[in-house]
C-alpha cells in the first residue's frame, strides 16, 4: 500500500522569503510523484511531477522539488514566495505499475499563508 | 481545451434524497477519475474509467454510489439515499493515458455537497 504524508498542516511565511513544503511518501513499488496547488474555490492545479531521470524537478511559478529516494521524500521549494502562493498545497503519488493503474493517493495538505 | 467542467458547483440537499452529478473531461481524454475530498484532508480515490469501462472502486464507494460513463465522455456520479457523511467535496479529473502512467490529471472545480 501507498501512503503520502505532508508533515506541517500549515506554514505561514513572510514574502520573499524562501520556503519548503514536506512530503514523504511509502510504496513498496517505485512510484511517480506529483505537488498540486490548490487555489481558494478553485480545482487542483498541477505544479510538477516527478516521473524519472533528474531528481531535481522544475515546475510553474517558480517552485522546485527534489526526489530522494533514500529518505522516501519529495519536498516542494520556492526561493522566494508571493503573496499570490498563498493556497493549498498537496503530495501525491502514484505506484507505477507499468501503466494500468490510475488514482493518485494524496497527502492531507498543507495550507501556505503568505504575510506581507 | 476548455478544462474539466462539472455540474453543479453547489448541491445542498436533505438527508435520504438522491443526488446526481455531472463532469465532462477534457475533450479526447480517455481516463476519466472520480475523487472525494473532506474538510482538512486531501482528495480520496472514489473511481476510475478508461472510455466506458469501471476499471477501480474504492473501498469508499458504497452501495449507495453509481458511477457511469456511457459513451466513454462526460460521467456521472449519483448518491443514493444521502446522509449528512457525504458532505463532501466531490472532484472530478481527466487525463489522456499515455507512456508508464505519469500522464497528469486534469482537475475540475469540484461539487460541494451539503446533507442536511
Known amino acids: 500500500a501507498q501512503s503520502v504524508t505532508q508533515l506541517d498542516s500549515q506554514v505561514p511565511v513572510f514574502e520573499e522569503a524562501p520556503v519548503e513544503l514536506r512530503c514523504n511518501y511509502s510504496?513498496?513499488?517505485?512510484?511517480?510523484l506529483f505537488w498540486y496547488v490548490q487555489y481558494p474555490n478553485q480545482g487542483l492545479q498541477l505544479l510538477l511531477k516527478y516521473l524519472s531521470g533528474s531528481t531535481l524537478v522544475k515546475g510553474i511559478n517558480g517552485f522546485e522539488a527534489e526526489f530522494n529516494k533514500s529518505q522516501t521524500s519529495f519536498h516542494l521549494r520556492k526561493p522566494s514566495v508571493h503573496i499570490s502562493d498563498t493556497a493549498e498545497y498537496f503530495c501525491?503519488?502514484?505506484?507505477?505499475?507499468?501503466?494500468?493503474?490510475?488514482?493518485?493517493?494524496f497527502g492531507k495538505g498543507t495550507k501556505l499563508s503568505v504575510k506581507p | 481545451d476548455t478544462g474539466v467542467s462539472q455540474d453543479p458547483r453547489h448541491k445542498i440537499t436533505k438527508r435520504g434524497q438522491n443526488v446526481t452529478f455531472r463532469c465532462d473531461p477534457i475533450?479526447?481524454?480517455?481516463?476519466l477519475y472520480w475523487y472525494r475530498q473532506t474538510l482538512g484532508q486531501g482528495p480520496e480515490f472514489l473511481t476510475y474509467?478508461?472510455?466506458?469501462?469501471?476499471?477501480?472502486k474504492s473501498r469508499l464507494l458504497s452501495d449507495r454510489f453509481s458511477a457511469e460513463r456511457p459513451k466513454g465522455s462526460f460521467s456521472t456520479l449519483e448518491i443514493q439515499r444521502t446522509e449528512q457523511g457525504d458532505s463532501a467535496m466531490y472532484l472530478c479529473?481527466?487525463?489522456?493515458?499515455?507512456?508508464?502512467?505519469?500522464?497528469?490529471?486534469?482537475f475540475g472545480p469540484g461539487t460541494r455537497l451539503l446533507v442536511l
Open positions: 501525491a503519488v502514484r505506484g507505477n505499475y507499468g501503466g494500468s493503474q490510475g488514482n493518485l493517493i
Open positions: 510504496s513498496s513499488v517505485s512510484v511517480y
Open positions: 479529473a481527466s487525463s489522456l493515458q499515455g507512456g508508464q502512467g505519469g500522464e497528469t490529471q486534469y
Open positions: 474509467f478508461q472510455n466506458e469501462a469501471q476499471l477501480e
Open positions: 475533450s479526447e481524454h480517455n481516463r
